[in-house]
């Protein structure tokens, strides 16, 4: 059974910067396309941001292009987040998740979920 724990959250000013981790056991992360996932208060769950497995192809919504990172490091079996210029309404819980497939439909594998790390952006 795979266990995802996010980390990295927290309250900053608009503009900011976060780096979010997710760190995996009980499956190696290298075979898979990793997507970042954020839920906000009284929306739904949305896609972010995803990586190829082989770490060689990112992709990024419109909303989070260009200020979002996303990174890999097989080794240590975790995936990170690199946050810049974070505006109010990046304000969410953010969460990881293997992908079916690295393309849209950018939907998760796992019907697991960690804790998620929440993000605060204050303006």
């Known amino acids: 059974q795979v266990q995802l724990v996010e980390s990295g959250g927290g309250l900053v000013q608009a503009g900011g ?3 979010l981790s997710c760190a995996a056991s009980g499956r190696t992360l290298s075979s898979y396309s990793m997507g970042w996932f954020r839920h906000a208060p009284g929306k739904e769950r949305e896609f972010v941001a995803a990586i190829r497995w ?3 192809s990112t992709y990024y919504v419109d909303s989070v292009k260009g200020r979002f ?3 890999r490091d097989n080794a240590k079996n ?3 987040l690199q946050m810049h210029s974070l505006k109010p309404e990046d304000t969410a819980v953010y969460y990881c998740n293997a992908l079916f497939s690295y393309g849209s ?3 998760p594998r796992w019907d697991y979920w960690g804790q998620g790390t929440q993000v605060t952006v204050s303006s």
Do not use: E, M, N
């Open 17 to 19: 910067s976060l780096r």
């Open 54 to 56: 082989s770490g060689d």
């Open 69 to 71: 990172t996303i990174s």
């Open 78 to 80: 975790t995936v990170y």
């Open 105 to 107: 439909p950018w939907h």
